[in-house]
Protein backbone atom coordinates (compact mmCIF):
# COMPACT_ATOMS: atom_id res chain seq x y z
CA UNK A 1 0.00 0.00 0.00
CA UNK A 2 1.29 3.28 -1.02
CA UNK A 3 1.38 6.14 1.83
CA UNK A 4 0.81 10.08 0.74
CA UNK A 5 2.09 12.35 3.40
CA UNK A 6 0.04 15.31 3.88
CA UNK A 7 -0.05 18.51 5.47
CA UNK A 8 -3.01 20.48 7.45
CA UNK A 9 -3.82 23.39 5.53
CA UNK A 10 -7.62 24.00 7.50
CA UNK A 11 -8.48 23.62 11.43
CA UNK A 12 -12.50 23.31 11.59
CA UNK A 13 -15.10 21.18 12.58
CA UNK A 14 -15.99 19.97 8.90
CA UNK A 15 -18.99 18.15 9.84
CA UNK A 16 -22.24 17.92 7.70
CA UNK A 17 -19.98 20.51 5.18
CA UNK A 18 -20.37 20.83 1.64
CA UNK A 19 -16.50 20.84 0.70
CA UNK A 20 -14.74 21.28 -2.69
CA UNK A 21 -11.22 22.50 -4.07
CA UNK A 22 -9.78 23.31 -7.35
CA UNK A 23 -6.95 23.60 -8.68
CA UNK A 24 -5.65 27.48 -8.48
CA UNK A 25 -5.92 25.92 -4.47
CA UNK A 26 -8.97 27.48 -3.75
CA UNK A 27 -11.07 25.23 -0.81
CA UNK A 28 -14.74 25.71 -0.67
CA UNK A 29 -16.93 24.70 2.60
CA UNK A 30 -20.27 25.15 3.03
CA UNK A 31 -21.91 25.21 6.60
CA UNK A 32 -25.27 26.01 7.73
CA UNK A 33 -29.14 25.19 7.82
CA UNK A 34 -31.30 25.10 5.07
CA UNK A 35 -32.01 28.52 3.66
CA UNK A 36 -29.21 29.78 5.59
CA UNK A 37 -25.59 28.42 3.98
CA UNK A 38 -22.60 30.14 4.10
CA UNK A 39 -20.14 29.08 1.52
CA UNK A 40 -16.29 29.55 2.86
CA UNK A 41 -13.70 30.42 0.31
CA UNK A 42 -9.63 29.96 1.46
CA UNK A 43 -7.64 31.04 -0.32
CA UNK A 44 -3.73 30.41 -0.81
CA UNK A 45 -2.64 33.56 0.45
CA UNK A 46 -4.40 32.79 3.77
CA UNK A 47 -7.68 35.10 2.92
CA UNK A 48 -11.07 33.83 3.51
CA UNK A 49 -14.32 35.24 1.38
CA UNK A 50 -18.45 34.36 2.45
CA UNK A 51 -20.51 34.37 0.41
CA UNK A 52 -24.52 33.59 1.48
CA UNK A 53 -26.59 30.87 -0.87
CA UNK A 54 -29.84 31.43 0.03
CA UNK A 55 -31.64 28.45 -1.78
CA UNK A 56 -33.87 26.40 0.22
CA UNK A 57 -31.61 23.32 0.18
CA UNK A 58 -29.01 21.83 2.28
CA UNK A 59 -25.26 21.14 2.00
CA UNK A 60 -25.96 17.60 1.11
CA UNK A 61 -28.02 19.53 -2.20
CA UNK A 62 -24.62 21.35 -3.51
CA UNK A 63 -23.30 19.98 -6.46
CA UNK A 64 -20.73 22.28 -6.72
CA UNK A 65 -19.54 25.69 -5.98
CA UNK A 66 -16.76 27.30 -7.33
CA UNK A 67 -15.16 30.84 -8.53
CA UNK A 68 -15.29 31.80 -12.42
CA UNK A 69 -14.03 34.76 -14.61
CA UNK A 70 -16.07 37.63 -12.50
CA UNK A 71 -18.25 35.56 -10.26
CA UNK A 72 -19.17 32.07 -9.34
CA UNK A 73 -20.84 28.51 -10.72
CA UNK A 74 -23.43 26.66 -8.12
CA UNK A 75 -24.86 23.88 -9.33
CA UNK A 76 -27.32 22.23 -6.85
CA UNK A 77 -30.70 20.20 -6.64
CA UNK A 78 -33.84 21.77 -6.10
CA UNK A 79 -37.17 19.34 -5.18
CA UNK A 80 -34.65 16.73 -6.48
CA UNK A 81 -34.01 18.63 -10.28
CA UNK A 82 -30.37 19.62 -11.16
CA UNK A 83 -29.90 23.72 -11.45
CA UNK A 84 -27.32 26.19 -12.34
CA UNK A 85 -27.06 29.76 -11.13
CA UNK A 86 -24.03 31.92 -12.02
CA UNK A 87 -23.63 35.04 -9.57
CA UNK A 88 -21.44 38.36 -9.79
CA UNK A 89 -18.74 38.53 -7.30
CA UNK A 90 -21.46 41.10 -5.68
CA UNK A 91 -23.54 38.13 -5.32
CA UNK A 92 -26.14 39.35 -8.26
CA UNK A 93 -27.95 36.16 -10.14
CA UNK A 94 -26.32 36.76 -14.25
CA UNK A 95 -27.59 33.61 -15.20
CA UNK A 96 -29.78 30.29 -14.21
CA UNK A 97 -30.65 27.11 -15.84
CA UNK A 98 -31.85 23.61 -15.68
CA UNK A 99 -29.86 20.51 -16.03
CA UNK A 100 -30.87 17.25 -17.84
CA UNK A 101 -32.08 14.58 -14.65
CA UNK A 102 -29.11 12.12 -14.28
CA UNK A 103 -26.40 14.48 -13.30
CA UNK A 104 -23.78 12.41 -11.89
CA UNK A 105 -20.63 14.70 -11.72
CA UNK A 106 -19.83 18.23 -13.18
CA UNK A 107 -16.46 19.83 -14.26
CA UNK A 108 -16.17 24.12 -14.56
CA UNK A 109 -12.65 23.88 -16.80
CA UNK A 110 -10.31 26.61 -17.64
CA UNK A 111 -12.21 28.11 -20.62
CA UNK A 112 -15.53 28.51 -18.47
CA UNK A 113 -17.31 25.31 -19.67
CA UNK A 114 -19.42 23.89 -17.29
CA UNK A 115 -19.05 20.09 -18.30
CA UNK A 116 -21.76 17.82 -17.12
CA UNK A 117 -21.56 13.81 -16.98
CA UNK A 118 -24.89 11.80 -16.61
CA UNK A 119 -25.73 8.85 -15.10
CA UNK A 120 -27.51 5.71 -16.57
CA UNK A 121 -30.46 7.12 -16.04
CA UNK A 122 -29.81 10.29 -17.54
CA UNK A 123 -27.84 8.63 -20.19
CA UNK A 124 -30.75 6.60 -21.15
CA UNK A 125 -33.54 9.01 -19.66
CA UNK A 126 -36.65 10.18 -22.39
CA UNK A 127 -35.22 13.59 -21.83
CA UNK A 128 -31.94 12.74 -23.89
CA UNK A 129 -32.56 11.49 -27.09
CA UNK A 130 -28.69 11.29 -28.25
CA UNK A 131 -27.98 9.17 -25.30
CA UNK A 132 -25.40 11.42 -24.50
CA UNK A 133 -22.82 10.87 -21.51
CA UNK A 134 -21.13 14.30 -21.04
CA UNK A 135 -22.97 18.01 -21.51
CA UNK A 136 -21.01 21.00 -22.07
CA UNK A 137 -22.94 24.01 -21.87
CA UNK A 138 -21.65 27.48 -21.66
CA UNK A 139 -22.19 29.72 -18.20
CA UNK A 140 -25.18 31.47 -20.36
CA UNK A 141 -26.90 27.69 -20.16
CA UNK A 142 -26.37 27.04 -23.79
CA UNK A 143 -25.58 23.60 -25.17
CA UNK A 144 -22.47 23.30 -26.57
CA UNK A 145 -22.00 20.40 -29.73
CA UNK A 146 -20.30 17.94 -29.06
CA UNK A 147 -19.68 14.72 -30.79
CA UNK A 148 -17.71 12.59 -27.89
CA UNK A 149 -20.13 9.34 -27.56
CA UNK A 150 -20.35 9.08 -31.75
CA UNK A 151 -16.69 9.09 -31.74
CA UNK A 152 -16.09 6.58 -29.10
CA UNK A 153 -18.35 4.16 -31.47
CA UNK A 154 -16.65 4.90 -34.57
CA UNK A 155 -13.13 3.71 -32.86
CA UNK A 156 -14.66 0.75 -31.17
CA UNK A 157 -14.21 1.97 -27.72
CA UNK A 158 -16.50 0.51 -24.72
CA UNK A 159 -19.80 2.45 -24.87
CA UNK A 160 -20.51 5.12 -21.87
CA UNK A 161 -23.26 3.20 -19.95
CA UNK A 162 -22.55 5.69 -16.97
CA UNK A 163 -20.24 8.60 -16.56
CA UNK A 164 -18.41 8.24 -12.93
CA UNK A 165 -16.40 11.30 -12.66
CA UNK A 166 -15.03 14.41 -14.91
CA UNK A 167 -11.10 15.74 -14.45
CA UNK A 168 -9.47 18.29 -16.46
CA UNK A 169 -5.40 18.14 -17.53
CA UNK A 170 -3.46 20.34 -19.45
CA UNK A 171 -6.38 21.44 -21.64
CA UNK A 172 -8.06 18.19 -22.06
CA UNK A 173 -10.71 16.71 -20.06
CA UNK A 174 -10.81 12.98 -19.01
CA UNK A 175 -13.88 10.83 -18.24
CA UNK A 176 -14.07 7.94 -16.02
CA UNK A 177 -16.71 5.71 -16.81
CA UNK A 178 -18.47 1.91 -17.01
CA UNK A 179 -18.26 0.08 -19.22
CA UNK A 180 -15.75 -2.18 -17.43
CA UNK A 181 -13.80 0.86 -16.38
CA UNK A 182 -12.55 2.98 -18.71
CA UNK A 183 -10.66 6.55 -19.57
CA UNK A 184 -11.19 8.59 -22.35
CA UNK A 185 -9.17 11.75 -23.07
CA UNK A 186 -10.87 14.55 -24.99
CA UNK A 187 -11.86 18.37 -25.84
CA UNK A 188 -14.69 20.00 -27.70
CA UNK A 189 -13.18 19.08 -31.14
CA UNK A 190 -13.31 15.34 -30.17
CA UNK A 191 -11.54 12.28 -28.38
CA UNK A 192 -7.79 12.30 -28.12
CA UNK A 193 -7.35 8.73 -26.46
CA UNK A 194 -8.88 5.95 -24.82
CA UNK A 195 -7.17 3.76 -22.13
CA UNK A 196 -9.06 -0.09 -21.10
CA UNK A 197 -8.35 -1.11 -17.18
CA UNK A 198 -7.53 -4.65 -17.41
CA UNK A 199 -6.84 -5.03 -13.72
CA UNK A 200 -10.05 -6.79 -12.36
CA UNK A 201 -8.90 -5.10 -8.79
CA UNK A 202 -9.91 -1.61 -10.72
CA UNK A 203 -13.47 -2.58 -10.96
CA UNK A 204 -16.46 -0.65 -9.35
CA UNK A 205 -18.28 2.00 -9.20
CA UNK A 206 -15.86 5.88 -8.68
CA UNK A 207 -16.79 9.08 -7.49
CA UNK A 208 -13.69 11.60 -8.51
CA UNK A 209 -10.56 11.04 -10.60
CA UNK A 210 -7.74 13.08 -11.54
CA UNK A 211 -4.66 12.96 -13.64
CA UNK A 212 -1.06 13.04 -12.73
CA UNK A 213 3.02 12.02 -14.36
CA UNK A 214 2.31 8.98 -11.94
CA UNK A 215 -1.11 7.90 -13.70
CA UNK A 216 -5.31 7.89 -12.32
CA UNK A 217 -6.04 8.84 -9.05
CA UNK A 218 -9.35 7.74 -8.58
CA UNK A 219 -11.75 7.69 -5.48
CA UNK A 220 -13.84 4.60 -5.07
CA UNK A 221 -16.15 5.89 -2.24
CA UNK A 222 -15.68 9.00 -0.24
CA UNK A 223 -12.47 8.02 1.89
CA UNK A 224 -11.26 5.19 -0.69
CA UNK A 225 -8.03 6.04 -2.58
CA UNK A 226 -6.09 4.77 -5.46
CA UNK A 227 -3.81 5.21 -7.94
CA UNK A 228 -3.87 4.01 -11.39
CA UNK A 229 -0.37 3.87 -12.88
CA UNK A 230 0.31 5.48 -15.95
CA UNK A 231 0.81 2.17 -17.62
CA UNK A 232 -2.49 0.70 -17.16
CA UNK A 233 -1.24 -2.92 -17.28
CA UNK A 234 0.40 -2.47 -14.21
CA UNK A 235 -1.90 -3.61 -10.82
CA UNK A 236 -3.60 -0.90 -9.44
CA UNK A 237 -2.60 0.60 -5.93
CA UNK A 238 -3.89 1.15 -2.94
CA UNK A 239 -3.46 5.02 -1.29
CA UNK A 240 -3.47 5.62 2.68
CA UNK A 241 -3.37 9.16 3.67
CA UNK A 242 -0.96 9.96 6.13
CA UNK A 243 -0.60 13.23 8.50
CA UNK A 244 3.31 14.63 8.22
CA UNK A 245 4.41 12.35 10.61
CA UNK A 246 2.74 9.18 8.31
CA UNK A 247 -0.22 8.28 10.93
CA UNK A 248 -2.62 7.30 9.07
CA UNK A 249 -5.55 10.19 8.64
CA UNK A 250 -9.28 9.03 9.97
CA UNK A 251 -10.73 10.50 5.88
CA UNK A 252 -14.42 11.23 5.80
CA UNK A 253 -14.03 12.90 2.21
CA UNK A 254 -11.43 13.16 -0.55
CA UNK A 255 -11.09 15.64 -3.37
CA UNK A 256 -9.37 15.42 -6.29
CA UNK A 257 -7.73 18.19 -8.69
CA UNK A 258 -5.44 18.52 -11.18
CA UNK A 259 -2.75 19.82 -8.94
CA UNK A 260 -3.52 18.54 -5.40
CA UNK A 261 -5.41 15.77 -3.31
CA UNK A 262 -7.22 16.71 -0.48
CA UNK A 263 -7.99 14.58 2.73
CA UNK A 264 -10.84 15.61 5.12
CA UNK A 265 -11.12 14.76 8.65
CA UNK A 266 -13.49 16.16 11.43
CA UNK A 267 -11.06 18.37 12.53
CA UNK A 268 -9.58 20.26 8.85
CA UNK A 269 -8.38 19.90 5.42
CA UNK A 270 -4.82 18.18 4.31
CA UNK A 271 -3.78 18.55 1.33
CA UNK A 272 -1.09 17.16 -0.90
CA UNK A 273 0.35 18.21 -4.30
CA UNK A 274 0.07 16.27 -7.02
CA UNK A 275 2.23 16.42 -10.50
Known amino acids: MKKLKMNKIINMDTQDCFIHADAQGRVYIGKGEKGDITISIYYPSGDVRDFKV ?28 PKVKVFSEEGRVKSAFRLPSGVSCCLLDEKQNLWVGLSDEGIYGDENSNGQSVLCFTLDGQLKETHIDQQLS ?11 ALAEKNGLIYMLYYSYTVITAFDETGVKRVWIISDKESSGVYEQLAISDDGFWICKDEHSLSLIPADVSLPMQEVKCCDSNGEALDVQQLNLTSNAVYAVTSSGVYKQDIQ
Open 54 to 81: KEQITCSDIQLFQQCRNGYVFVYYESYE
Open 154 to 164: EIYAPVVDDCY
